[in-house]
């Protein structure tokens, strides 16, 4: 009875717990059913928000498409919405919270290319250029056929690794063959680093592609010019000028590099046809003009080829300019009537244009031609007595040709027009110096120096001054401190030693001094001066006297001079 009792009980135990069996796993299939429906739902919203954030990009509200964006990962998490918050981020110049979504979307999804393109591109605008490097390079692993790819990989390339830049295009080549934008990018790289050679060579694999291109032809001609390659650079401007005789930019560049092998007569031939053409502008006229009326003043042989190209330009216009490069020309030759008929013609066409004058009148200075400088000058001061450069120029001038009681005016008046300009202040104290004027030297000098502590032409100007005025113990300070500067400096150690060897003073040291002077200048008859009366205090009669001679026979006779040698020949006794 009780077995059975028992196997009853357990029956029933049984029965009950199939039942609630049954039961459980109803319950379970109702949750689970519940828990799909809701992340379906989750999803569901997640793409309506992800799609309206699409739609608030597409109208350029990056702001709104984000705060879509937001609510869609909220509720479903994955590489497209971190992509497109990234993207948006990035619209809005958000940069580091666009490489944290990017860096997200290619964690979770590292086979996408896009979102590899967009982090690349967020780092090259934050400036992270290796980063930027990187993730392109690992984009390519994914599609090694992608020339776009390789386009921006090439471009990172350029900045900091040419060479790598230059292998990247010529992968870009091997999948599509030559191509234009390739070999020019490749010629300039080259250039960069130097190999002109290689460039050219790029450069002529582009006209393979295209023979009749004149365009590229001219690159070509600029390349073989900057490899001073004249011969094939003047064979392709004649293939060209071959074709269309009347490329006129083709016949200047033919010039050019005539020019450049100091072919000037030839290349006049050029110049000469672009002159004759009505539709050229008068302006490119007047640089050709310009060009060789600056060589002129070199080479005199042109001068009648500038004068024929200027008469050629004054045929067909008026204008001030033209006439006063004429009257620089009559100048040259010396035709002074012809020269004064063209300034005053200069001087009714354009009494307006002082930049002009001083272009001309600096022109002469620096070309020493300073009595033509000073005869410029003196027909501008008039039209322009309140300009800088015209005051600066004009006194300079007359400084140079040993005026300086008339140079003193103009260049007290530049100092004042522009008392920071160390030419001006420098040039004034050494007028003053030379006028006798040392107190007043001092102070404009003293002015510079403020300026420019360390000049040593300013230094040196000072301790000549300091000499004329027997100041002795600041005109050797100021003197050593150039020194220190300039050790070879020649006119500094030839006007040191000719102090010393006046005071009679440390001659060993002046002898030295003169000795580095004369080797920078040889001819320099004042160091040569200098050198022969240093031999003259150590009483070397018969070196001081072969210096002197030889200074008077380079520079001719002047009155210190011949002191000088009269002194060294009365030692040696011949009275």
């Not at 869609?72 to 990234?86: C, I, M, Q, R």
């Given at each position: 009875?009780k ?5 009853g ?11 609630s ?69 990035y ?9 944290q ?8 999804n ?43 990989l ?74 001073n ?83 050629t ?166 003197y ?61 009669y ?29 030692k040696?006794?011949?009275?």
């Open positions: 009875m077995s059975y009792l028992m196997i009980v357990i029956a029933s135990i049984l029965m009950i717990g199939c039942s069996s049954k039961e459980s796993s109803k319950i379970e299939n109702q949750v689970k059913n519940k828990q799909n429906s809701s992340a379906d739902d989750f999803k569901k919203k997640a793409m309506e928000h992800f799609i309206n954030g699409s739609i608030a990009e597409a109208r350029g509200d990056y702001a709104s498409a984000i705060l879509e964006f937001q609510d869609a990962l909220s509720l479903d998490p994955n590489a497209a919405v971190f992509y497109s918050l990234g993207k948006n981020y619209n809005l110049n958000k940069l580091s919270l666009s490489i979504n990017a860096r997200k979307a290619v964690e979770l590292p086979y996408e290319k896009e979102y590899y393109l967009l982090l690349s591109s967020v780092y090259s605008s934050a400036k992270q250029f290796d980063s930027a490097l990187v993730t392109l390079e690992k984009a390519i692993q994914l599609d090694t056929t992608d020339v776009e790819m390789y386009y921006k090439a471009r990172l390339y350029e900045g900091s690794k040419p060479l790598k830049a230059i292998e990247t295009y010529e992968k870009i080549t091997s999948i599509i063959g030559p191509d234009w934008n390739v070999l020019v990018h490749v010629a300039e790289l080259y250039e960069k680093l130097g190999n002109l050679d290689a460039a050219v060579s790029s450069i002529e694999k582009l006209i393979s592609l295209d023979p009749a291109n004149v365009g590229l032809q001219k690159i070509l001609i600029d390349f073989y010019q900057k490899a390659n004249f011969d094939k650079a003047l064979s392709t401007v004649d293939d060209i000028l071959e074709l269309t005789p009347d490329d006129l930019e083709a016949r200047e560049r033919k010039a050019q590099i005539l020019i450049m092998q100091n072919k000037w007569d030839l290349a006049a031939e050029e110049y000469n046809y672009i002159l004759m053409q009505k539709d050229v502008p008068l302006d490119i006229k007047i640089r050709i003009g310009a060009s060789y009326f600056n060589r002129s003043l070199k080479d005199s042989s042109l001068t009648n080829v500038t004068k024929e190209f200027f008469q330009i004054d045929k067909d216009t008026t204008d001030w300019q033209v006439k006063m490069f004429l009257g620089a020309i009559a100048i040259n030759e010396k035709q002074d009537s012809a020269a004064i008929e063209y300034f005053r013609v200069v001087i009714d066409l354009a009494r307006w244009n002082s930049d002009a004058w001083v272009r001309l009148g600096g022109l002469y200075f620096d070309n020493r031609k300073y009595e033509e400088a000073v005869k410029v000058m003196d027909e501008a001061i008039l039209l322009f007595p309140d300009d800088f450069s015209i005051n600066l120029i004009l006194g300079l001038s007359l400084s140079q040709l040993d005026k300086h009681f008339d140079a003193k005016p103009y260049l007290k008046k530049a100092v004042e027009l522009n008392p920071n300009d160390m030419t001006s202040l420098s040039s004034y104290a050494f007028a003053l110096s030379q006028l006798k004027e040392n107190e007043l030297a001092v102070t404009y000098l003293k002015q510079a120096l403020k300026i420019r502590p360390d000049d040593v032409n300013l230094l040196g100007t000072l301790g000549m001054v300091y000499d004329a005025m027997q100041k002795w113990s600041e005109c050797d300070s100021v050593e401190r150039a020194l220190e500067l300039d050790s070879q400096n020649a006119l500094v150690n030839n006007n040191y030693a000719y102090s010393l060897s006046e005071r009679g003073e440390r001659l060993e040291e002046a002898l030295n001094m003169v000795q580095i002077a004369v080797a920078a200048d040889s001819l320099n008859t004042s160091y040569l001066d200098t050198i022969g009366w240093v031999y003259f205090k150590l009483g070397d018969k070196k001081a006297k072969d210096y002197l001679e030889k200074a008077i026979e380079i520079g001719g006779e002047s009155a210190v001079m011949l002191d000088h040698l009269g002194d060294i020949i009365f040696l006794g011949e009275i």
